[in-house]
């Protein structure tokens, strides 16, 4: 299921949110709207399209959701996705600086391009069995939290970087 207006997914999950009359916007917040993006439904849940180019920040947690692209917004410079079913996440690293997406059940979080302006990252909450290999090349990083997952080590060049907390 591909969303390509704002009108659009609302009318696919059935809410009757407010749409900017510009149809371009920056902020979106469907936190608590109990939405549901399912692999079952749909393997290929994204939200792209031309009313969502200028997008920079993006909040859909407390939702059912349990797969996620946004690779298409390459402006994205924060995403709330936490207390959802997530199992995949797929991103676009151009612009991240914050990734809220604890309480989840992720067993895969993909960011492509390497997210290097990421500062603060929580990933707390959920089922990854390694850290992703992209966080060496987050110079930036202040904030980690990672607790409560099948980590079972942690990788030499966290301790080498300038976190000022790591949980």
């Given at each position: 299921m591909v969303a390509d207006s704002y009108r659009e997914l609302v009318e696919q999950h059935r809410k009757y949110l407010p749409v900017p009359r510009d149809g371009?916007?920056?902020?979106?917040?469907?936190?608590?709207?109990?939405?549901?993006?399912?692999?079952?439904?749909?393997?290929?849940?994204?939200?792209?399209?031309?009313?969502?180019?200028?997008?920079?920040?993006?909040?859909?947690?407390?939702?059912?959701?349990?797969?996620?692209?946004?690779?298409?917004?390459?402006?994205?410079?924060?995403?709330?996705?936490?207390?959802?079913?997530?199992?995949?996440?797929?991103?676009?690293?151009?612009?991240?600086?914050?990734?809220i997406a604890g309480n989840n059940c992720l067993t895969k979080l993909t960011i492509h391009p390497k997210p290097t302006k990421l500062?603060?990252?929580?990933?707390?909450?959920?089922?990854l069995e390694t850290l992703p290999e992209w966080l060496s090349s987050c110079q930036q990083l202040r904030t980690l939290f990672a607790s409560h997952n099948l980590l079972t080590c942690l990788p030499d060049h966290l301790f080498c970087s300038e976190l000022s907390s790591l949980q």
């Open positions: 371009n916007f920056n902020y979106l917040d469907f936190r608590y709207r109990a939405l549901k993006f399912s692999r079952a439904l749909d393997p290929h849940v994204r939200i792209e399209g031309s009313a969502y180019t200028n997008l920079t920040q993006l909040d859909v947690s407390e939702n059912n959701i349990e797969c996620l692209d946004l690779t298409a917004l390459d402006k994205l410079q924060s995403v709330q996705c936490s207390r959802n079913r997530l199992q995949d996440l797929s991103l676009n690293g151009t612009s991240l600086s914050s990734l500062k603060h990252l929580d990933i707390s909450y959920n089922q």
